[in-house]
Every structure is written in structure tokens, then in C-alpha cells.
């Protein structure tokens, strides 16, 4: 018999509840794989989540983010946190195929047993994070991690998912790549929660420094006078240098939105995101049958508008739920 | 079909030991790609502890090694033990390079389920993991 | 003969319109019904078009000009030759690799070649040493000693240094990444051996920027590892103007795939960035390039690529000189190479065919201008016991192309083919298009830094494999004319665990008998001289006397440079 993805749900909830690496990871690959089986185990360790801070790691290509995600775990560690990352890259749209490479970068980590880092493609899913990202890091959580960091790409305007995602977002950006600067400019450095300028020994960095430091002031400006203000830091990831600030940041803002309330309320504003979108994902697939076809048709013959179609789908469903 | 969706094969690629020829596993990452397939590479200079650890956590259905250097004869059965160990003994354990003929019984012996000699192709590798991926959800369905 | 009478056009016009006119009335009939061997005919690797005919119009086309484009041996540009007699006064030298093992067994190989008349020998390392690392340290078990020679302290130089160095006149040390403790090791030993320096070259490969670039035994992050090569480059230079302080292997960016536009432009990008750093250190372009300008070229059976790569080379490296520093002397604008046959191009499958490889591509190294040495690989290199007759082979092909085949009885005698002559200004004009691109993005640290390099070669890794599987490319006894049932033992050079523990307790024995607190003051003056910024190669010497090993110093450096893990790059991620 194949233990290709073996596992009985609740078997698998009650021992990555325990803590057990093995059945954390077969459990995000259901999640991953949208296995039936996930439905069972979700509801298992559900009861388990909240506690976890999530931290978004997000900047240009080259900025470093994998290096300095590994020295923040350096960090945590050192203070005792247990730490997962949840490293996403994208898919290819042509093959379904994805080359995941983050961890390499944190490959020192790769025996200690407070530490599991996880690679994930985006299958299909736009905004930089693939549809099993949220569930993973409620994975994470229910496990015990302290600290759940998501990485990804954020280049323009698109990838910023992990936005929505992380309590505390971390924008990396790194001297010498002029125009990284105006993809910055544009909506991420209004959702940031930390900025970090990465290779902070560069030639460079001043100016890079003083354009994001204009930036977060002019966004300042437009907050009432009390508000917290938003770190910008320096880090040379690859001597390791900048942990210790970034990190106590980290925990700064984690402090901040307890006091606030806002830990919560990002919590349930996600959770309730989250019904929302697999709502919408139910209702498609409910509808998708042999009803859809027949309306589709219609629209291609010009018979119907795409709206009317829409209505139609929609009756289609009110109708099914009365019968039954 | 049976399932709505298609759930890719994952991957994990690494090399043992101090050697850094990349040229081989870059091309296999790549053609593995292409295939459909998601490739989680490890990084160079790994350990079996390593390798070992990075499976469980990515929960990879293959483990995919490359090997230039003589050592293979003790890192290789190591990381099959380890993986043994773990329970993750359903991982196919593959491995490629520089592997001379009287070595394989050894290696097989030791748990690696199928040597790659230097020079494979590429779409063999891709149709040997397929076939094998095809029989391990044909069974599942059972 | 006379000129048929009209309107005055240019030879290549007149040619132009005669070309033409064979295409339609001679060869597109004897086409007729037929199809050509290939869709698209192109070279190797730069998979550039294969026009039928070349002539007289195509080096019109592309602005050929004998006086500025090829001019005359030993004068710039120097694309005939470096050597204004090319090889009719010496060949080139003739060259093999030496043996390797632990420091006693290196240097018995090393007497016996020199007892057989060879003057040089070239000096290589196992994995943990080219990778900073002890033999004891548990991260290189396995390696230890066989790549190369393990090296761990002085001791085990000195033991490797007993040699007549009446007779050795060239040493070449492959230490990349550790360079400076390398380069401070050798001084040392040399020094207990009472040998004057001044009495034979060293030449160290100082090869850093390639290893981040495709070969992948680094140590610290980019920006240090210039540092330190340029430390060593500099001490040469002020210490022992008679010695070679780098080597610029473009040789290993060719198994990597890269074409060779990129060969030319990545090296010679690599060697500005090190040019550029020596000369903030207050030298000067005509005393810096003279030590910088040392390539080993490789070539692959295309052997017109081959040819005019090596063509190219030399004029690309005389113009670079000349253009972005204004170099004037003829030793700043003279390249130097070695050249050789790559082993790639060599099939485990049928191996005496490669006996025909070696000879056309040595040939290809002949016509292109062989530069300084050859160097050929054994026809069996996929298996590592290299068998006597191998060794005998390959020392035997190279005086077959000298004395046999005539083809370096005149200097440079391809010049002058429309095709050549068209090829070699296409992959000039080429190269330069790419290093403006290199320079722009910052020079070739940078293009390391951001992966462009990797990347580039990733690329071209994974589309000449296709070609090759899919048929486009034809290598005989791999997918054409290949035995089905063929089988090819590959030996490899058995790991002797014996020897890896005798290492291991030697290096523990070391550090048990000698002055500890000697070392740690030494390796404490190595991280201060990293901090401020000091040359390098001084504070290593003092180390390496104290017999602190060569894993202690590297990680002094370590502790101050930190550590380089960009494997991802390298995999062209």
C-alpha cells in the first residue's frame, strides 16, 4: 500500500498538535493539494490557532529577503522562539512546475528542531501566495510556533497578499536598484508595517535611506499625531548584522496591536476573509455543471449578456437549495 | 479524471558533500520544471541530516540526489537509513552523477530505489517519476 | 582579365551581385527536389546562423578592415599573435596535468615528472582546503585528500616541498577562495627550504570571481573576496615581481555552457574588476595589466568558434586595455593563454574516439594561435585512473599537430577567410555589446551580486541539454551511431579512509604540540588586519609560521567577512 499521502486527519491533528514535524508537513500538503481529508483536520486543530504572530517578508527580486529571513531566525532562536517559514514562489502558468529555491538560503537551520521552513508554489493563485498559504500558517500555529514568517515576491503593485496576510509586514529594499524604489512607492509602502534596507554597506545606501525616510514621512503626516511610527532600519543580512533591531521591532508591533486590539481584529477580519473566499470557490464549483454550459452557450450565441447569465446562474442555485 | 485537480509531484534536490558541480542538477531542476513538476532544492554542501530533515518538512514524494564525488558509498545508504528512520521510507530515493556499475547493488541494497548515470535524459528521468507517481495514486485509489 | 565596362561599383558591390547570381542560376537549382542535412544550419554554442557562402561582401558588410581589424603579429591589436614570430622560433609550451594525493605522495609524482624533463607542475587541493576547511572538520569527511593534495598547516608543505627546485621553474598553485593563506603558506615553506623566490615563478590562480560565478568553492560574501585577491595581487606585484598572481579560467565558464560571446565578455569583465581594485591601490594601468592578463582558454569541436574565439580573445583583451584604460606599453596590451581542448566534448561512450576529438580540437588551438601552452586532457578523462597510454596520447597529439601537420609554419593561417574573418568580428563586436551591458549594471561583482551571470549560464545549461536530447545537436556515440548495449565503466579514484584518519590525527597532533598562545595572538592580528582593511597576505604569513591551521584562518576571516550562501544563484534559481 502506497503512504503517499497517508495519514488519518485526526491522527495527523493530534500529532502535529503534539508537535510532530512529519505530520505538520503532510498536513499542509492536503492543504496544499486541496485533499478532501483537509476539511477534518482543519476542524481538529482550528481551536488551536490565534496565538501565532505572523510576519510578512516581502521586497524586489535581489533584495535579499531569504538571507535576511535566515538571520532573523538566527535571532529568534537565540531568544528561544520556535520559528516556521513559509517560503512561496511562483508557478509556471504554462506547466504547473515551480523551482522553489528560498531554502537554500536558510540551509543552517535545516537540523534545528525549533525551526521548519516550508516552500510553496503559488499554483495558479495571483497576489503572490498560493490559496494554502493562510492555511499553512494556521498549521504553523496550532503546532506551537512563536513566530510564523511568510516570504515572498512582491514586485508592483500585484503581490501584496502577504499584506492582508501578516500582522507585521517587513518591506526589504536594498541600494543601487533605482527603480525597485518607484515599485515601492507604489501601495506597499502605505500597507508596511517595518522597512529594512538590506546591504546596507552599499554604495547607495544614503540615498536610498533618505527617499524611503521622505516617503514614510510624507505617510506619516497623513496619521494623527500619536500613531506609532513606523520603523525604517538597516541590516547587512549576510554578516548578520541588524537582527537584533528588526527583530525587537517585530516584537514592538506585536505588543502594539494586542494594545490596540488590533491582533484580534486582524484575526477575525482574516477569518472572515477567508469564509468569504471559500464561499465564493463552493458557490463556483456548485454552479459549474451542466446548467453552466447551457447559459455559457447562450452568452456565445449573444443570445444573453454576461450579467443576465449571471443572474440565471444564480436563480439556478436559489432553486436547488429550495428543492432540497 | 478523478480528481478535480492535479496534485504535482514534489521534488527535493540536493547535493552531498563538498562538490559544487551545479551543471547537472541545474538541468534536471529545470526539466522537472517544465514537466509540471515543483523542485525544492536543498542547497550545496549537505549533510544526509540535512537532506533528511528538508524531506520531512517539504513532505516531497522524491528525493533526488546528485553526486560527483566518491563518497556516495557512505552519504547515500546513510540518508536512506535516516529517511528509514523517520518513516519516510515512501519517498522514492533517486540518485544521479558519478556512480560507477559495481556500486548499485550496494546502493540499491541500501535503499536508493533508482541510479541515474551521468548523461541520463533528461524526459527518462521525467517518464520514470511519472510512471511511478501514476502507481503510487493508482494505488492510493484502491 | 579584363573589367566588363559600367558603372563604377566597389569590388564588394560587384561581388554582392555575382554572389547573388550563383545563388539563383548555380545553387538554388542543384536544390531543386532536394532538402538540405539541417533546417537551420548554426554554430554550437553561440547557435549562431551558417550562411553557405561566405565572401569578400560579408567582410564588407561587416566593416572589415585588415589594418584595424587584424594587422600584423606581436603588433596591436594583435589579433594574428601575441608572438610577432608566432611559433616558429619555440612552440607552445607543452603541458599536462600533474597527479595529486597527500603532501609525501605529491611530491613523489612531482620528482618523477621532474626526473622525465617537465620544468613545470601544477598544484592542486582536495575540497576541504579549496573550501577553507581542516581535515578534521566533520563537514568535509569524505573529501579529504581526494580532489587534491589536503593541506592543512605549513608541515604538510614543507613535507610536499622536498624537491629538487634545481630543476622546477614554474609552480601553479589552484587555491581560490583561501588565496591569501595559500599564497603566505608557500612563501613560508619556500623560506624554510632556503629557496629563492626569485629562481622559479609561482603562479597562483586567485580565481575567486569564476568560483562565485560557476564553480561554486567560496567563502565570503563578493565584496571580500575581491578584497583578499586583490591583497594578494598587490603583495606579488610589490614583493616578487617575478611571479603570476592570477589566473582568469575562463576555461571553467565553457563546461558551465557559457557560449563564447559570454566566455569572453564574463572573463574579461572579471579581469577589469580586478584590474580596477588594484589600481585603487595607487599602481598604475601599464604596471597592473601585465599580471592580470593571464587567461587559460579552452576550445570545443566547433572548430570554427574555436578558432575565432581565440582570435577574438586577443583583440578584445588589446582593445580593452587600450580603450577603458589607456594602456600603452605591449605587456599591459598583450594577452596571455594557455589553450586546450575541453573535456567536455569528450564521450564516456567509445572512448577512443576522443583521440579524434583531442587532435582536431589541439589543431583548432594551433590555427587559432595555441598562445603560451596546451594543455590536453586524457581521451579517458570521464574515468579518473588516467592509464599510461593515455598520458602518452596526449602528450603525443601535441607534437603530431606541431611537427606533422604544418599548420604553425606560418603565423595566423586562417586570416583572411571571408568566414573567419567575418565569425571572429561578429563574436568582437559581440562580446563588447555584452560587457557594455556588464559595466553598466556595475561591473562583473555586481553581476554577480544580482545573479545575471548564473542565470545567464542556467540558462544556456538547460537549452543546450534539450538540444542535444532532442536531437538538434548530434554527438556520436551519445545519440548518434551510439551502441545500444554499450557498457562504459566509469572508475573513479577510490576513497582511501586510511589515509583521510592519518590526516585527521596528524593535524591534531599538530595542534596539541605547538605554541597555542602564539597562534591566537596571530590569528587575533589576522581579524584586525581584516577589520581595517590591511593587505591580508603579511598577517597570514605571521600566522602560518606559528603553524595555526589553514581552517583557523579562515575562520578568522569568517569571524570578519562572514559567509557567502548564494548556492541558489548557482543553480541559476
Not at chain 1, 305 to 314: E, F, M, Q, S, T
Not at chain 3, 352 to 359: D, E, M, T, V
Not at chain 3, 401 to 424: K, N, R
Not at chain 3, 428 to 446: H, S, Y
Request: net charge negative; glycine share 8%.
Amino acid at each position: 500500500m502506497a503512504a503517499r499521502s497517508s495519514g488519518e486527519p485526526n491522527d495527523i491533528a493530534r500529532r502535529l498538535l503534539d508537535g510532530e514535524i512529519a505530520a505538520g508537513a503532510r498536513a499542509i500538503r492536503w492543504l496544499d493539494d486541496r485533499d478532501p481529508r483537509c476539511a477534518t483536520l482543519l476542524s481538529a486543530i482550528y481551536a488551536h490557532t490565534g496565538k501565532a504572530q505572523i510576519v510578512g517578508v516581502t521586497g524586489p527580486p535581489g533584495a535579499g529577503k531569504s538571507t535576511l529571513t535566515d538571520m532573523l531566525v538566527s535571532e529568534w532562536r537565540g531568544r528561544g522562539k520556535r520559528v516556521a517559514v513559509i517560503a512561496v514562489d511562483p508557478s509556471s502558468p504554462f506547466t504547473g512546475g515551480a523551482i522553489l529555491g528560498d531554502r537554500v538560503r536558510m540551509a543552517r537551520h535545516s537540523v534545528d528542531p525549533g525551526v521548519f521552513i516550508r516552500s510553496l508554489g503559488t499554483r495558479g493563485q495571483a497576489g503572490g501566495l498560493s490559496r494554502s498559504t493562510h492555511d499553512a500558517a494556521l498549521v504553523f500555529d496550532a503546532m506551537g510556533y512563536d513566530i510564523v514568517v511568510v516570504e515572498t515576491v512582491g514586485v508592483g503593485q500585484d503581490e501584496i497578499d502577504v499584506v492582508n496576510l501578516a500582522h507585521t509586514t517587513i518591506i526589504v529594499a536594498v541600494p543601487g536598484l533605482g527603480d525597485e524604489i518607484q515599485a515601492v512607492k507604489a501601495g506597499i509602502m502605505e500597507a508596511g508595517d517595518i522597512f529594512v534596507v538590506n546591504k546596507a554597506d552599499r554604495d547607495g545606501y544614503d540615498a536610498t535611506h533618505r527617499q524611503m525616510e521622505l516617503i514614510l514621512h510624507l505617510r506619516a503626516s497623513a496619521l494623527p499625531p500619536d500613531a506609532p511610527a513606523v520603523p525604517l532600519l538597516r541590516a547587512v543580512a549576510a554578516k548578520g548584522e541588524g537582527a537584533a533591531e528588526i527583530v525587537d521591532a517585530i516584537a514592538t508591533h506585536r505588543v502594539q496591536l494586542g494594545e490596540a486590539g488590533e491582533f484580534a481584529r486582524q484575526n477575525s477580519r482574516r477569518a472572515r476573509e477567508q469564509v468569504l473566499a471559500l464561499v465564493r470557490d463552493g458557490l463556483l464549483s456548485r454552479m459549474i455543471g451542466m446548467a453552466a454550459d447551457t447559459v455559457f452557450e447562450a452568452v456565445d450565441t449573444r443570445q444573453i449578456d454576461p450579467h443576465a447569465a449571471a443572474a440565471r446562474l444564480l436563480d439556478t442555485l436559489a432553486v436547488r437549495k429550495v428543492a432540497a | 479524471m478523478g480528481t478535480s485537480y492535479q496534485r504535482p509531484l514534489r521534488v527535493l534536490l540536493a547535493k552531498l558533500g563538498m562538490d559544487t558541480h551545479t551543471v547537472g542538477v541545474t538541468i534536471i531542476g529545470h526539466a522537472l520544471r517544465e514537466a509540471g513538476m515543483e523542485v525544492i532544492f536543498t542547497g550545496l554542501k549537505q549533510t544526509p541530516e540535512m537532506v533528511c530533515s528538508a524531506a520531512i518538512q517539504e513532505d516531497v514524494d522524491v528525493v533526488g540526489i546528485s553526486t560527483l564525488s566518491a563518497g556516495h558509498t557512505r552519504s547515500l545508504p546513510k540518508l536512506a537509513r535516516l529517511l528509514r528512520e523517520a518513516g519516510a521510507e515512501d519517498k522514492l530515493l533517486v540518485a544521479g552523477g558519478v556512480i560507477p556499475e559495481e556500486d548499485k547493488p550496494v546502493l540499491e541494497a541500501a535503499g536508493v530505489d533508482r541510479i541515474f548515470t551521468m548523461g541520463s535524459d533528461t524526459r527518462d528521468i521525467v517518464a520514470y517519476l511519472n510512471a511511478w507517481w501514476k502507481e503510487q495514486q493508482s494505488e492510493e485509489a484502491a | 582579365m579584363n573589367r566588363p565596362s559600367g558603372p563604377i561599383v566597389s569590388e564588394g558591390e560587384d561581388i554582392s551581385r555575382e554572389a547573388q547570381r550563383w545563388e539563383r542560376e548555380t545553387r538554388g537549382p542543384a536544390l531543386e527536389g532536394r532538402t538540405e542535412r539541417r533546417e537551420r544550419f548554426e554554430t554550437q554554442a553561440l547557435k549562431w546562423p551558417i550562411k553557405p557562402l561566405y565572401t569578400p561582401a560579408d567582410l564588407d558588410a561587416a566593416g572589415f578592415d585588415y589594418a584595424a581589424d587584424v594587422g600584423y603579429p606581436g603588433e596591436y591589436p594583435y589579433t594574428r599573435s601575441t608572438r610577432p614570430n608566432g611559433h616558429r622560433t619555440d612552440f607552445w609550451t607543452m603541458t599536462q596535468v600533474t597527479g595529486f594525493g597527500k603532501g609525501e605522495d605529491w611530491s613523489k609524482r612531482a620528482r618523477y615528472m621532474l626526473d622525465q624533463g617537465l620544468s613545470g607542475l601544477i598544484l592542486e587541493y582536495d575540497l576541504a582546503t579549496t573550501n577553507g576547511y581542516d581535515s578534521d572538520d566533520p563537514i568535509v569527511e569524505g573529501e579529504v585528500g581526494r580532489a587534491g593534495m589536503a593541506l592543512d598547516s605549513l608541515e604538510d608543505l614543507e613535507n610536499a616541498f622536498d624537491l629538487p627546485f634545481d630543476k622546477l621553474k614554474y609552480l601553479m598553485s589552484v587555491c581560490n577562495a583561501p588565496q591569501p593563506v595559500n599564497l603566505a603558506m608557500i612563501i613560508a615553506a619556500l623560506e624554510r627550504k632556503g629557496i629563492d623566490p626569485a629562481d622559479f615563478v609561482l603562479h597562483i590562480v586567485n580565481g575567486i570571481l569564476i568560483e562565485y560565478t560557476c564553480v561554486g568553492r567560496y567563502i565570503y560574501p563578493p565584496e571580500h573576496g575581491l578584497r583578499i585577491a586583490t591583497d594578494c595581487i598587490e603583495y606579488i606585484i610589490r614583493n616578487h615581481p617575478n611571479w603570476a598572481p592570477i589566473s582568469i579560467i575562463s576555461a571553467q565558464l565553457q563546461p558551465a555552457k557559457a557560449n563564447p560571446v559570454q566566455e569572453i565578455a564574463f572573463s574579461l569583465a572579471i579581469a577589469c574588476a580586478h584590474i580596477d581594485a588594484v589600481l585603487e591601490r595607487g599602481l598604475d594601468i601599464d604596471t597592473v595589466a601585465p599580471y592580470i592578463n593571464h587567461f587559460v582558454v579552452n576550445v570545443d569541436m566547433d572548430f570554427f568558434e574555436g578558432v575565432c574565439k581565440l582570435r577574438a580573445f586577443r583583440k578584445c583583451w588589446a582593445r580593452l586595455m587600450k580603450e577603458r584604460y589607456g594602456a600603452t606599453r605591449p605587456e599591459a596590451l598583450r594577452i596571455r593563454m594557455m589553450t586546450s581542448p575541453t573535456t567536455i566534448a569528450l564521450t564516456l561512450q567509445q572512448p577512443l574516439n576522443n583521440i579524434a576529438r583531442l587532435g582536431i580540437m589541439a589543431t583548432a588551438c594551433a590555427l587559432g594561435g595555441a598562445g603560451e601552452a596546451m594543455t590536453t586532457p586524457l581521451y579517458d578523462e570521464a574515468h579518473a585512473l588516467p592509464a599510461e597510454n593515455a598520458i602518452r596520447v596526449g602528450a603525443a597529439i601535441q607534437h603530431i599537430v606541431a611537427h606533422e601537420t604544418g599548420v604553425a609554419e606560418t603565423i595566423d593561417p586562417l586570416a583572411g577567410s571571408y568566414y573567419v574573418e567575418t565569425l571572429t568580428k561578429q563574436m568582437e563586436d559581440a562580446a563588447f555589446t555584452e560587457l557594455d551591458k556588464i559595466f553598466a549594471m556595475g561591473g562583473a561583482v555586481k553581476a554577480i551580486d544580482t545573479g545575471y551571470f548564473q542565470r545567464a549560464l542556467g540558462r544556456e545549461q538547460y537549452e543546450r541539454n534539450k538540444d542535444l536530447e532532442e536531437g538538434r545537436r548530434k554527438w556520436v556515440g551519445v545519440n548518434h551511431l551510439a551502441k545500444a548495449d554499450e557498457k562504459r565503466e566509469i572508475e573513479i579514484f577510490r576513497l582511501d579512509d586510511a589515509m583521510e584518519e592519518e590526516q585527521v590525527q596528524k593535524v591534531r597532533a599538530l595542534r596539541a604540540r605547538r605554541d597555542q598562545a602564539a597562534v591566537d595572538s596571530a590569528l587575533e592580528k589576522v581579524r584586525q588586519a581584516a577589520r581595517d582593511g590591511a593587505n591580508m597576505v603579511p598577517p597570514c604569513l605571521e600566522a602560518v609560521k606559528t603553524y595555526a591551521t589553514h581552517g583557523e584562518i579562515c575562520n578568522a576571516m569568517r569571524d570578519v567577512f562572514g559567509v557567502h550562501s548564494a548556492d541558489s544563484q548557482l543553480m541559476g534559481i
